[in-house]
């Protein structure tokens, strides 16, 4: 299938095919919760604004510490589309490695999904002198630090102070042999190492499975697996995003057989 050349101009590009229409979904307070691809592409603009007003440099690394969820997305694609890089960690690391991820990465700034998880940044802030912020996805009371700050006021900074003209010259200015992406390896010997990966690598390994597996848009993925690791990132996410699909996100690998039931997705990683 012919495709944009980086994975920014790919999501933008369907931004402005699908609109209105579901692109993702996920369960919060009970219910599942759409979210369309208009709605995506506004999160993802204005955090990445947010970063650019915050000081986020091109070619810089932001590391993620996530579990899956939308905001996942958001980061991974404000951050490319800023014409940076990103380094997820997996959300069951322990401080000492999401230290080593940080400082092998050479991130000013980590992204978290939780207090239990800012924990683990507090725990190694001071070893860490190059971290210079952290955003909190889900802030659940005040925070004294003047280094951490809220996703939601990272997106309101983008809204006040965004500049929309460079946000659109750094999304132009990335290339397809551009570094997208430090992934770090599980399960080998010694520390792990950042898989340094391209924007093209991921459009062509998104080229051939579209070649070899028969998907579309109105498949329906369920993302269960760590979007830390290429699988799923490849297969649930960027796969289904670029062929117009919708992804939904288990609420946890205990719940998947639940979730199965309730969402019917037509394909899983």
């Not at 597996?213 to 799923?232: Q, R, T």
Request: net charge negative; proline share 4%; with cysteine.
């Amino acid at each position: 299938m012919e495709l944009e050349n980086t994975i920014g101009r790919v999501f933008w590009a369907r931004v402005r095919q699908y609109g209105p229409r579901t692109a993702l979904r996920v369960k919060r307070e009970g219910r599942w919760q759409d979210i369309s691809w208009d709605e995506w592409g506004r999160n993802v603009k204005q955090f990445a604004m947010g970063l650019m007003a915050l000081g986020l440099k091109e070619r810089e690394t932001v590391a993620l510490l996530s579990e899956n969820r939308p905001e996942w997305t958001y980061v991974d694609l404000a951050v490319m589309s800023a014409n940076a890089v990103d380094a997820p960690v997996y959300a069951t690391n322990i401080p000492e490695q999401v230290e080593h991820i940080i400082k092998d990465s050479g991130s000013r700034f980590i992204v978290v999904s939780s207090e239990q998880q800012l924990d683990k940044v507090r725990e190694i802030k001071g070893n860490v002198p190059e971290l210079e912020k952290a955003i909190l996805m889900d802030p659940e009371g005040e925070h004294p630090e003047e280094w951490i700050f809220t996703f939601a006021e990272i997106q309101k900074l983008g809204e006040d102070k965004g500049d929309a003209a460079a946000f659109e010259r750094r999304l132009e200015s990335v290339k397809a042999d551009d570094l997208a992406t430090l992934i770090y390896t599980s399960g080998t010997t010694g520390a792990p190492k950042g898989v340094m990966l391209t924007h093209d690598n991921f459009i062509s390994n998104v080229r051939g499975v579209t070649e070899g597996v028969s998907l579309g848009e109105s498949d329906i993925a369920l993302s269960f697996l760590p979007l830390s690791h290429s699988c799923e990132r490849l297969s649930g996410y960027y796969t289904m995003m670029a062929l117009g699909g919708t992804i939904a996100y288990a609420e946890s690998i205990d719940k998947v057989p639940d979730n199965i039931q309730e969402i019917r997705p037509t394909v899983m990683c």
